[in-house]
């Protein structure tokens, strides 16, 4: 086998969306560390008198628009209740709901050329793995594949 | 060098190409060699376009990567 690894890498959130695979906050961690930290603190800690509502913010083309993640996003405070929704729907609209679009069509383009049913058994890293020829230990089906090999 | 080389090279290039920055589809992230899609890539002209090409660009890359670990690839739809 040859040594190859892919110079250009996708943080793991892409392989997760490619393969249909449920999102993490840890995911959070590779692409925007800040907003990572900001989430768990809200996780941790009361929210006690901090004012959040239930807004994003995307670059348009024309200045910056408002993102409700909820119908009156902007009227919503974030409660003790309602804050793991509210660290949900932002993690969904960080990681997939802003590049929704693209995203779609990569996957769109994907999966003329191969068949979504394969990749059921294989977890996102073993999958992150073959796509970019990482040595991974933890991947099992690299392990089974090279012994079906020798 | 076989064709596999070849192929691992061109891919390389059609990548590298592809994150470039001054093409306004992906964005670098703070980790070394790591690339995120651009939320503005509506910068450059028919961007969804080629987001369905890299798509499928990944899955020959896939497609050749799992090819050259197992000798059995049950999933092609050609």
Same mark, same amino acid.
């Given at each position: 086998?040859?040594?190859?690894?892919?110079?250009?890498?996708?943080?793991?959130?892409?392989?997760?969306?490619?393969?249909?695979?449920?999102?993490?906050?840890?995911?959070?961690?590779?692409?925007?560390?800040?907003?990572?930290?900001?989430?768990?603190?809200?996780?941790?800690?009361?929210?006690?008198?901090?004012?959040?509502?239930? &807004? $994003?913010?995307?670059?348009?083309?024309?200045? %910056?628009?408002?993102? *409700?993640?909820?119908?009156?996003? /902007?009227?919503?405070? !974030?409660?003790?209740?309602?804050?793991?929704?509210?660290?949900?729907?932002?993690?969904?609209?960080?990681?997939?709901?802003?590049?929704?679009?693209?995203?779609?069509?990569?996957?769109?383009?994907?999966?003329?050329? &191969? $068949?979504?049913?394969?990749?059921?058994?294989? %977890?996102?890293?073993? *999958?992150?793995?073959?796509?970019? /020829?990482?040595?991974? !230990?933890?991947?099992?089906?690299?392990?089974?594949?090279?012994?079906?090999?020798? | 060098?076989?064709?596999?080389?070849?192929?691992?090279?061109?891919?390389?290039?059609?990548?590298?190409?592809?994150?470039?920055?001054?093409?306004?589809?992906?964005?670098?992230?703070?980790?070394?060699?790591?690339?995120?899609?651009?939320?503005?890539?509506?910068?450059?002209?028919?961007?969804?376009?080629?987001?369905?090409?890299?798509?499928?660009?990944?899955?020959?890359?896939?497609?050749?990567?799992?090819?050259?670990?197992?000798?059995?690839?049950?999933?092609?739809?050609?």
């Amino acid at each position: 086998m040859e040594k190859f690894e892919m110079k250009v890498l996708f943080p793991v959130s892409f392989y997760k969306i490619l393969f249909n695979r449920q999102l993490t906050l840890e995911d959070l961690i590779e692409v925007n560390p800040q907003l990572f930290e900001d989430l768990y603190s809200i996780l941790k800690e009361p929210i006690g008198t901090k004012e959040i509502y239930f &807004v $994003s913010s995307l670059n348009a083309p024309v200045g %910056t628009k408002e993102v *409700l993640l909820k119908p009156n996003g /902007r009227e919503l405070r !974030v409660t003790e209740e309602n804050k793991h929704e509210y660290v949900k729907l932002m993690l969904e609209y960080t990681l997939f709901g802003k590049i929704k679009d693209q995203m779609i069509n990569l996957k769109k383009g994907f999966y003329t050329l &191969v $068949s979504e049913e394969f990749f059921l058994p294989f %977890t996102a890293c073993e *999958l992150e793995a073959v796509m970019c /020829r990482i040595p991974c !230990v933890e991947c099992k089906f690299i392990v089974v594949s090279d012994s079906i090999n020798c | 060098m076989g064709t596999a080389g070849k192929f691992n090279e061109w891919m390389e290039i059609l990548f590298q190409q592809a994150v470039d920055e001054k093409y306004g589809l992906f964005t670098k992230l703070a980790i070394p060699n790591t690339y995120e899609i651009n939320s503005e890539s509506w910068v450059q002209d028919n961007h969804l376009n080629y987001f369905e090409f890299l798509g499928k660009m990944l899955a020959k890359v896939f497609y050749y990567h799992f090819n050259a670990i197992t000798d059995f690839f049950p999933f092609s739809r050609h």
